[in-house]
């Protein structure tokens, strides 16, 4: 299953790069943030992996671990299997290598995924804020954030409207 | 437009000073919902229509990580009000395979019935709307009177007509009843012609197919490319529907087909192949209405679960075919009461981010004709 | 001082107008209570065909439609116009105040101005213009200029689409609807809607509209390219609810946007009056010839009668058109008036020109060839009814399968 894709990618990328674990429900590869395009570009055109299909881009906040882990879904037809890959980058000036000339549907959720979790990606044609307003203070999804009390001399708290 | 949003356009709009920016939604009668286009035109003429979304954000995915497992089932209906049994259903998959919950057969049965009646009344929305978009407002009232029967049977079965909260962790929240069977194989009885009187008054009607071919064309590289799912997906010729590849529940226990794109009028990947694949799912969902019908076994409708659901630290992503594609829902769990992280994908939020591809050089009313038949829902796209 | 008014009196009262016994007072009053009827006519048709169109869109749709107010919601369009009376007369900011005041006037005007040379029975008509068939179509474009004011005037882009895109439909239309007339005229040989209706016959085969493939043919653009100007769906453009919004008046509301679809329905009315005075033998009765027509006050009302169903039937296909069919695009609009509708008028007028040389009208030939033309034509009527009568009853089974009750539509129901 994925570790026959893992021994794959191993040939390739070498081990010290890549981490296979399957203590989870959906065995995942850990990979070396540096290498997360390039690894993406393998895996998309790679005649025996060929996984085409972009399912979903998701960051997980851990602060004690201080990172905030990439989570890709992507799958291939071919193989009728999906390939979950992981990468951590620091909760401090998290930056990553932008997957969106891989497959363009990555575009939107990393725009998404630095609108929530302030995720900088590089390389994107148009890194801005997707669902929040531009000019809105902090990144909600992140574990310590705090919902500011006034957004445009608004307040957002209810209870103390009454 | 405010000076800050100018700034965003690519460099080569308004190179022409005929071009002018054309503000579309939120409030638009053909947007689907609470939608802002940025449209760069001259006169007719799109240029380039940037998608501007979120005003319907409601944060579901932080609301997710302050209520517990079960407690959450409601905020998924709200994810997509159309198609709301397929989020329910996602999110329970994803806890039971977390929580490793066996679920009983007949309640499967029941996710399933319930779920292809939810696609039938979500594609008659979306083929109505898209008919209306075009200008014909009677097909979709006829499409509505057909959905209410639907709503009315959802009714008996779930007690809701649009947020169903049907489906529990570990099961479903009620059984169905001899009459409720009854009631459904009446409502297709009464339907599968429908959907032939439906196509004599409007998929074959030639200004409605003038309208939809070699309109907004999506090749099969692009539809991929951008992760267009379901519908839009198949619209452009590629078979994939999660229902057959990852079969999930009891859909590997049924035959049918997947219908996709052959360019049915015009070439392959355009508006009305979106549209039609969509007419023929709702025949392939009567059929595996019919056979669920059949083949429902008696037993338990719902698994034993504790009442205060710990699930110890894992994760896992769950998928099933919405009625507007694929639809996930990546779940962490970090041993306590709560998902650690939820992340929902929805199929409109892809299927929004190749409107600023596929628009240029289109018409200001094929734009609204792209839009329709890309099914996108607003509180989708956002969360 | 005295004198004057005497000289005033006189030339107002007691010198007789050139051609006519009444002096110029007399003369005053009659026009205004012609207009004044005219205006009557037309306002409540434009508001009672607003109800029956809604009426008649719910049995199409299914639906009830509007039911409540007064018996069986027949005072809807007075509730609606009340309604539209008491809001706000709201002018944008920044809007040219002056055109986006004076626009629904034009269009007011351009349209009642036609119905002066619409004729409602035998010799009823306002005016019986020497030109009234062009009159009426000159006059009816200022109701296009109203809406470019309109829709410019307002300072919103999607009224600016409705108004460009109903400048570029009636450019192309006009043309067509101008062709497609010709062939009548050359076989009337007067521009009058008098002369146009005494030169047809009342059966259906005296009819022009069944005198050769030719003009039949020329009904079909005719009707089309009236739709066209008339704004109705398919193309129905410079008011694209889903796509402009509401087009040219987006931004009117109270009274100035309600001269809108005034205007819009008093103009189906035109649109069926033409169409049935052009090629469905207006107020001509079967079995009456003129001479005896013109004796009898009772033939006379039979007469407006038989012009008023001819013209009810053609409103009810519009209408039934509007609820059925989708809207074409702004390119396949002109492309359709471009490549299909004015060659084929082209190649109709000469068709009719050559038809009129070897089949002249009193000819037993030309007779019988248009009791074939009217045999195809009927054969066109009844296949259409039998395609609506199919669809009723597929859904009244459709429908009784699924209640276990049978729709109860009683007969004195309207519409």
Known sequence: ?162 | MPESELKYLKPQALAFKEEMILNMGPQHPSTHGVLNFLVVTDGEVIHQALPNVGYLHRGIEKLAEQTSYTGFIPFTDRIDYLAAMFANHVYVLAVESLAEIEVPERAQFLRVIACELNRIASHLISTGALALDIGASTPFVHWIRERECINDIMEAICGARLTYSYMRVGGVSRDISQKIVDDIYKFLDHFEPIIDEYNRLISFNEIFVRRLADVAIISPVDAVNFGLVGPNLRGSGITMDIRKIIPYSVYDQFDFDIPIGKGFKGSLGDCYDRYFVRILEIKESCSILRQALSQIPKGDIKAKVKRKLKIKENECYACVESARGEMGMYLVSDGSDRPYRLKIKTGSFTAMSIVEKVSQGLMVADLIALIGSLDVVAPEIDR | MKENANLLFVFLFKTPIEGSGYSLAWYILFVFIIAGALLFFAANFAGITSFIERRIAARIQTRVGPNVVGPQGILQWVADGIKLLLKEDLIPDRADQFLFRVAPYFVFSGLFAAFVALPFGYGIVAADLNVGVYYIFAITSLVVVGIIMGGWSSNSKWALFGALRSAAQIISYEIPTALSLIPVIMLTGSLSTQDIIKAQGGLPWDWFVFHSPFTFVCFVVFFISALAEGNRIPFDLPEAESELVSGYNTEYSGFRFLVFPMAEWANLWVIAAMVSLTYLGGWQVPFVSIETLSGSLVLIFLSVAVFVIKTSIVVFIVMQLRWTLPRVRVDQMTQLCWTYLVPFCLVAIVGTMIWMLIFPWETRVALLLRLMMFGIGFAFCFFYVRRIRFNYFNDKTAYENLKKKSPWYPIWRLP
């Open chain 1, 1 to 162: 299953m994925i570790s026959k894709v893992y021994t794959i990618l191993v040939d390739r990328f070498g081990e010290d790069a890549l981490l296979y674990f399957d203590d989870t429900l959906n065995p995942y590869i850990q990979v070396n943030p540096e290498q997360i395009q390039m690894l993406c570009i393998f895996m998309r055109y790679n005649p025996a992996l060929k996984f085409s299909f972009f399912f979903s881009l998701c960051g997980v906040d851990y602060p004690e671990k201080n990172q905030i882990t990439m989570v890709y879904h992507l799958f291939s037809m071919k193989q009728k299997k999906m390939c979950v890959l992981k990468t951590s980058v620091s909760r401090k000036n998290p930056e990553l290598e932008s997957i969106e000339s891989v497959w363009k549907a990555a575009g939107w959720f990393e725009r998404e995924l630095y609108d929530l979790l302030g995720v900088n990606f590089t390389n994107h044609s148009n890194m801005k804020r997707l669902l929040l307003p531009d000019d809105w203070v902090g990144h909600p999804l992140r574990k310590d954030y705090e919902e500011p009390s006034f957004y445009h001399d608004m307040e957002t708290s209810r209870n103390r409207i009454s």
